[in-house]
């Protein structure tokens, strides 16, 4: 079978781990990566053993031996990025979030829908076993109603006012960093695992920092800096690194999440609890392969993610004997996987149902995003625009 060729733009921290998680499924070749100097692009692809090397991406675009991009830029090239990919009749896969704001990111819907081309974002997290399997408990009933939903997502890398990174500066990130950044995360997991979607927003956002020191050389997303070894000038931050948001689902069920990337100890624990009217879920992202499940008359079980203890329609999500551990390379493996057999076998996101999400996911992150945003400077709920285009 001739393999799906691919090319990937931009390969600071994601599009490596989008590359290797392309190259564990056996059906996908990664021939070519563009980033922004034709330097830069030879040496990324020498170092990642890729063939081809572009400077410019539209080059690249223009290859026709590539049938899908990936587009793993930062944060204010995506809008642009993505509706040239769509123009070249190539399939997409972007990182979040899709745009800068709703606007841009129903235009790039439409677009997408109109060239009839597959596209998808990454939104990993719902690619985990444990998170396809508490899908597939909570559709049969297993916890009852679902009656509140609530939880977060901390991170500690930008802790220090020496931590500084492009998504820090609103031109490039966006006007939001950490609700877009992970906030979106969180949102997009539990929407999926419950079915239901998020109509409304209360939030309260703040910059725990409001004045960092940003090192005269880059830094790469997690990497660290250390004051002494650097020179640095003060940068003043309008970006938030934390953020309370109250929501409302469609069903009037209620929940609330904080996020928060300078909470010490916290790497990337995206976390929840599901409280149904049977009984309640708790899962978090650092200790991926458990699941508390909490009962009022029996005792509290943890679920060890095992194929043979999960719901078949979450099998093809987990690939080993319980107890051989799967993480987060694994359920991007997963997103990976669901996109490009997707592709392989001829569907169309206009007739079959994807197991990944798209730029309908996207387009619903990005409109939440503005919720928060605007409730946050007017201090009051928000509905979020749900029309989908
Ligand atoms: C940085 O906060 C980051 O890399 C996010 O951009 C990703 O989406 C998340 O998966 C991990 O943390």
Redesign the pocket.
Known sequence: MKKINVGIIGTG??GPTHIEAIRRLGFVEVLALAETSQEAAEKKAADLGIPKAYGDYREMLRDDEIQVVHNCTPNHVHFEINKEIILAGKHVLSE?PLAMNSQESAELLALAKKQGIVHGVNF?YRQHASVQNLREKIANGDIGTVNLVHGSYL?D?LLYETDFNW?LAPEVGGKSRAVA??GS?WCDTVQFITGKKIVEVFADLATVIPVRKKPKANVA??GMQHIEETEYEDVPINTEDYASVIVRFEDGSRGVFIVS?VSAGRK?RLSFEINGSKSSVFWNQEEPEKLWIGHRDKPNEILLADPALFASAAQSAIHHPGGHNEGWPDALKNMMFNFYSFIRDGKDLMKDKPNFATFEDGHISMSITDAILESNEQQKWVKVVQEVF
Request: glycine share 0%.
């Open positions: 921290f994601i979040k990993n991170q890398w998504r950044d992970i995360h997303t997690f990337q990337n």
